[in-house]
């Protein structure tokens, strides 16, 4: 199987959230990946949700509400382990739609919005650290 090669930061969209051209970090380091919200609830069995940072200008107020949605584990870089909701969405990476994990995470003071883990990456990509933005690049050729 041949493996993309993707850089160490892209933009690329989520469909499936209604969130376009988002900044994202390949974080080899991180087994899970994971989407900026600032306000998440869970109301009667459904996860609510928003998605609203002013440093992202596509992260505009934009409220979703989950049916389908689970908890896992997520140990952070501190070392600490906290609790997360998990939700399954689509991402669209040099053109092709993948299905992905997202741990919802508050990721206020970090500069993007999305993590992309390893368990994402595995078996589809190869990171070149000296490279960025190499699908959001191709997608303007």
Do not use: W
């Not at 969130?19 to 600032?38: F, P």
């Not at 991402?91 to 508050?106: A, D, M, P, Q, R």
Request: proline fraction near 3%; include cysteine; hydrophobic fraction near 35%.
């Amino acid at each position: 199987m041949n493996k993309q090669i993707i850089g160490r930061t892209d933009v690329v969209d989520f469909p499936g959230l209604g969130l376009y051209n988002i900044e994202v970090k390949i974080d080899t380091g991180a087994y899970t990946s994971a989407v900026h919200c600032s306000k998440i609830e869970e109301i009667d069995g459904r996860l609510h949700c928003v998605f609203y940072d002013e440093s992202h200008p596509e992260y505009a107020e934009k409220p979703i509400i989950f049916d389908t949605y689970s908890t896992t584990g997520v140990k952070s870089s501190n070392g600490f382990k906290e609790n997360r909701f998990k939700i399954k969405s689509t991402v669209i990476i040099f053109g092709k739609i993948y299905k992905i994990n997202l741990t919802l995470s508050t990721r206020d003071d970090m500069r993007f919005p999305v993590l992309i883990g390893r368990q994402f990456l595995k078996r589809k990509f190869v990171v070149d650290v000296d490279l960025q933005n190499v699908s959001l690049n191709q997608k303007h050729q």
